[in-house]
């Protein structure tokens, strides 16, 4: 049998059949098993079924390929030789396994688990023997009865918990380890009334028909609801498919002298360099990642809020520095902070799983750098490391401003996330969602997140939860999110209709505000005053080091002077969009000239209209020319049809023509003059121009004054201007030749010689087919892919939310092609664009100005076709610098 035809590779014992190299076929958590075995750690025996399987499962109806069942059979047999125990065992200590998931790309909580499989009504009895410990056995049983029945039975969740809590309330105790025997005992035969009673049946007693339970039912999760948003958001593809990991179980709830616990090599919020996690002792592993208990910190450094209990270093300060090592063997062998599991069972450690670990964006950067300093990694890997879009993003995200009043804080919980937030409190995902696409700020508050609140932890500003640590589903998710997150405040108490909570004596409820602190743990009720972030430092830092690498430029799409100032700020160099039409509506001068402007009768009436606002324009480019001195500044003429200035409301007419001296009817009539079935389609861009001369004149001589006021000031100005809509070469040298006859006429009188190019926004599919005749009168392009992408997709986007959302469920698409650009389309058109444009023009310089800009996939692809900037929004620039950086690395 070959390799490919293998579908399962052994792990654990004297040597693995898999390695790190492996991790689309055996996914991530199976290629790191391996890798650990061969290296030495310990690590409980078991296998690994291939993400090939879960392809051909898919594709097949849910049949698996021919010989599977043989081969998972001699690999059981394989794990009960290593461990010495026996799988299906009526008598003894049997061998019971554990199946998890494990997706070549990390999707943490999203995909399903069980635990305990192999255990049934005759062998928990034995099992009770021969450990000589009834309770840990019947823990263990109710365990695997309460997630087989929901994993792989499909039973609602919340009835066993029902049916658990009730109990515990019946005989008055609150935790898992004050339960007995007889306790376990009941809650099992509990949960046996409720099965019967839902499904007719409780679980399996063939152990190996539970098996291949689980073994399916990870299969099937790789296409559940959280596991599909959890790779759309992180634009993870749907054909991977997850490995199945089969390993033999081991417990951290057998005794006092257990324990189970998740640590990181570093701070995965700070990125201190020390051991950080919690644990728990006589706990298994999803107690810990649940939330259901609030850990204990592995260390002194790992201790947070108000946690007293004791460390793993003081408990068992033996068993703490044997983990320390084998936890930093890990990190030096994979040059990466590592995320771990890990159980102690009855003194002896196991590792359970690493993998590079999530972390903050602050972290991320801090991270990067201290290993360059240490030798483990070199700038390119440094760079690497760094999320472009997640981590940029957070770190750019405000902060409480350090002169508000904090001494009212109501309560201090984990620092699970850094950053902070102010938003209105939801308590579940659904209103969450439903709420921030109306565009409002809110706050998800939970007792503890779960892999189906994924989307609402998308939607929302930040997240607050009752329980869990900073290891927690919550805590994980939100730092991979860039969200702030405060977990773990016992303080919290829902109200029994779950629309308020009380910490203390304050009650808050539905749509009150609340401000979160994710750096300190701290809750505020209200709204407190936030500040940026602090983007010097080792930010600044971790920037100039990626500006040493990238060739494409970094430009900003700014209107205003402040806008500009602060694009220079993140690093923009240069200005790559200026859209005019929105210094327009500032003032209710500048909006009643452009309206007398648009209904005069006249060329004289309508050039005295826009003469009223060539000083207010000029003034505009010169603040913004100040800004940005001595970078380029490209500056868009009028784009939008005119119809957007005027009022859209019947009952506004009247005051609108008395406010401009004119007759009601002559309004009336320009309006329908006006009128268009598809405006987007219409008399816009270079056609006003065309048509309204005395507007784009007026805009250009603005430009021209404002660039030499600048330079008579001192300054280094360095305008551009830009042509929008343009289709046919026609359009392009008829606006040209009227745009230089302006320049010239406005720089021989004032004495002065400089050169203002003019180029085009490249928007429309016919300018991409013919570029290389536009760019004769062309000086630049700029490709406008927001309505390059809807005039070659002929979608509208502002429509796009009535069927792209379900496109992308549906996979009909990938990607929203108005956020990333489609390159086998949009960018085939930019890409000819460029390669006729430079074949006419050598040299010229081409960009992008639409919202992909800053996307790091559409930022990959300018680079690879040879662009000679980006411009995106000003938030944006820092992401597109890094972007830009990491494509030069990867690329060349």
Known sequence: MTRSQMYVYAFGGPKAEGSAKMKSLLGGKGANLAEMTNIGVPVPAGFTISTEVCRHFTENHQNYPVGLEKLVTDNIHRVEHIMERKFAADKGVPLLFSCRSGAPISMPGMMDTV????????????????TGDPTFAWDCYRRLVQMYSNVVLGLEHGLLEHDLTEYKALVGKKLDVEMNA???????????????????HFIPQDPHEQLWGAIRAVFLSWNNTRARTYRRLHDIPDNLGTAVNVQAMVFGNMSDNSATGVAFSRNPATGEREVYGEFLIHAQGEDIVAGIRTPSPVNEISRSGDNKEPSLEKTMPGLYQEFKTVINRLEVHY??????????????????????????????????????????????????????????????????????????????????????????????????????????????VRHETSAEDIHGMAAAVGILTATGGLTSHAAVVARSMGKPCVSGVSEIHFSKDKKSI?????????????????????????????????????????????????????????????????????????????????????????LTAMRAGIFAVSDVEQNAAFERLLPIQQQDFEEILEAMDGLPVTIRLLDPPLHEF?????????????????????????????????????????????????????????IVRAAIARKRAGGNPIPEIMIPLVAHLGELHFLRLRSEAIIKEELEAAGLDFHIHIGTMIEIPRAALVADRIATDAEFFSFGTNDLTQMTFGISRDDTAHFLPQYMEMGVLTHDPFETIDINGVGQLMQMATEKGRATRPGMSVGICGEQGGEPKSVAFCHKIGLTYVSCSPFRVPNARLAAAQAAITQD
């Open 335 to 444: 040059h990466d902070v590592q995320d771990v599991e890990f159980t102690i069972e009855e003194g002896k450690l196991w590792m359970l799983q690493t993998r590079s670990g999530k972390r903050s964006g602050r972290a991320a950067i801090e991270i990067a750098l201290d290993m360059l300093k240490e030798g483990l990694i070199d700038e390119k890997t440094a760079l690497l490391r760094v999320d472009p879009r997640d981590h940029i993003n957070e770190m750019l995200h405000p902060r409480i401003d350090p002169t508000a009043d904090r001494s009212h804080s109501l309560v201090r919980g984990l620092a699970a996330s850094p950053g902070s937030a102010v938003g209105q409190i939801v308590f579940d995902a659904d209103t969450a969602e439903a709420r921030a696409k109306k565009g409002d700020k809110v706050l998800l």
């Open 502 to 590: 009380h910490i203390g004596e304050t009650v808050l409820a539905e749509n009150d505000w609340v401000t979160i602190d994710g750096a300190t743990g701290q809750v505020f009720a209200g709204k407190l005053p936030l500040v940026k972030a602090d983007i010097g430092g080792r930010f600044a830092e971790f920037m100039a080091m990626a500006d040493k690498y990238r060739r494409l430029g970094v430009r900003a799409n700014a209107d205003t002077p402040a806008d500009a100032r602060r694009a220079v700020e993140l690093g923009a160099q240069g200005i790559g969009l200026c859209r005019t039409e929105h210094m327009f509506f500032e003032t209710e001068e500048r």
């Open 182 to 200: 007889e306790d376990w005992q009941a809650v099992v035969e509990r949960f046996r009334t409720t099965l019967q009673t839902h499904l007719g």
């Open 115 to 130: 635990l305990d499989l192999g255990l049934n009504d005759k062998n928990v009895l034995s099992y009770a023997e021969a």
């Open 646 to 702: 005027i009022p859209s409301k019947a009952n506004e007419l009247a005051s609108f023509a008395a406010a401009l001296g004119i007759p009601l009817d002559r309004v009336n009539h320009r309006i329908e003059e006006l009128h268009e079935s598809n405006p987007m389609l219409g008399h816009r861009g270079c056609r006003l121009g065309i048509t309204h001369p005395n507007l784009y004149g007026m805009q250009v001589r603005a």
